[in-house]
């Protein structure tokens, strides 16, 4: 079955996630795409697309997610609020590789107003390449999640 790969930005995103979406057309991964719609005008908040791609990801809807926003970074903080999300700010090459190969990134984000547009192709382009590297790491993921457990246990 082919994988899927949720696209999402907020205003600030957009144009860097249309050359996004043209490079991952030509991968294996079928792409989905949460918004915002290339056309609109709108000044949106990044909460709201940041939600829709990590509630996908939390429920196994899609395997990967791509968030753009300004800086990367609102993105990235609103998806981690969700259980099983692992979103890694993104911002050269090092950290999109090591994101996955330590981390086990499932989503990547990145700052429209930080990066290059064609270098943040290149770091999308790492990011996917890249496999995770478990052993040792493993432990730690296994320890954030045991912290998400916990808070999900007792939501303060
Ligand atoms: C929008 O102006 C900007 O704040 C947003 O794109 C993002 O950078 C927030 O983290």
């Not at 918004?35 to 909460?47: F, I, L, R, T």
Request: charged letters at 25%.
């Amino acid at each position: 079955m082919t994988a899927k790969i949720g696209i999402a930005c907020d205003h600030a995103g957009k144009e860097l996630k249309q050359l996004l979406q043209e490079y991952l057309a030509v991968t294996d991964f079928e792409v989905v795409d949460y918004g915002v719609a290339n056309d609109s005008q709108a000044s949106v908040d990044y909460p709201d697309y940041a939600a829709l791609i990590a509630n996908d990801i939390s429920q196994k809807k899609i395997a990967k997610g791509v968030l753009i926003c300004g800086t990367g970074i609102g993105m990235c903080i609103t998806a981690n609020k969700i259980p099983g999300v692992r979103a890694a700010s993104v911002w050269d090459e090092f950290s999109a590789r090591m994101s996955r190969a330590h981390n086990d990134a499932n989503v990547i984000c990145l700052g429209s107003r930080a990066v290059n547009d064609h270098r943040a192709c290149d770091y999308l382009k790492i990011w996917l390449e890249t496999e995770y590297e478990g052993g040792r790491h493993q432990l730690r993921l296994d320890k954030i999640k045991n912290l998400e457990n916990t808070y999900l246990r007792s939501p303060s």
